[in-house]
């Protein structure tokens, strides 16, 4: 479906929205959406970076690499994300998605959002919601995966949130020993600092990346950052 407009000035019509009518931009959003023909705004944003050709996007990684997907809020990363492993589970890959975030029927309900049959990939594809969910447990997890599996880590700045887990810095040097062991491919989910201000420059960048504890990003092989249906491709190290 094609928009009427590009993303960034339909937000900007929304933004305009929610000041004249004293609602919230969340809702402002969704009526913008409404009158393109779409559900919500997250399903536009969806759709729109479906212009992005995924495809493309997975043909850059490789087995052992260590991806970064990074986006502020409503901008797409978690479906990016997950559109990553549906193509990998199309080459028959196993697909894996690591969430302190979200439940199951969310995740599922992100499949039809980006035009994929969860029912397609069953056999491949696994969730897991635990709140032990560390490096270890990722490993524990992933310990008998083969070759080509591709792991999403939602999100990067949980991983230490809890005083008994692991510095983020030692669980993402962890598991980059682990994938480069196993041959896996690992996206981890970023925020972006609220702080990044689009009208200095169209997409995130490294600089922008969320670290409230310490983190080396040479550490990431690759790096997609997302804004209003642009993506930017970075090469981390």
Do not use: C
């Not at 986006?71 to 978690?78: I, L, N, Q, Y």
């Not at 599922?108 to 490096?135: G, K, P, Q, V, Y």
């Amino acid at each position: 479906m094609r928009l009427s407009a590009p993303v960034y000035h339909l937000k900007r019509k929304a933004r305009l929205l929610s000041r004249q009518q004293n609602i919230p931009l969340h809702a402002a959003l969704d009526r913008i959406a409404a009158s393109e023909g779409f559900e919500g705004w997250s399903l536009l944003s969806a759709r729109a970076n479906t212009d992005v050709s995924v495809s493309e996007l997975y043909s850059r990684l490789k087995p052992g690499d260590l991806v970064l997907v990074g986006a502020r809020p409503g901008h797409g990363k978690t479906l990016m994300s997950l559109r990553l492993a549906v193509e990998a589970m199309k080459l028959g890959n196993r697909g894996v998605f690591f969430t302190l975030e979200d439940t199951e029927t969310v995740v599922r309900n992100r499949f039809r959002m980006i035009d994929a049959d969860h029912a397609e990939f069953a056999a491949l594809f696994a969730f897991d919601n635990s709140d032990a969910i560390s490096a270890d447990y990722i490993i524990a997890k992933l310990a008998m995966a083969p070759s080509g599996t591709l792991a999403v880590v939602d999100y990067l700045q949980l991983l230490d949130q809890k005083r008994e887990k692991p510095e983020l810095m030692a669980q993402v040097q962890t598991l980059k020993a682990f994938a480069r062991d196993r041959g896996a491919i690992i996206v981890f989910i970023s925020q972006i600092d609220r702080s990044y201000d689009p009208a200095l420059k169209p997409v995130p960048d490294p600089e922008d990346v969320r670290l409230p504890n310490p983190l080396d990003l040479k550490l990431f092989d690759k790096m997609f950052f997302l804004h209003d249906g642009q993506v930017q491709i970075r090469a981390a190290s």
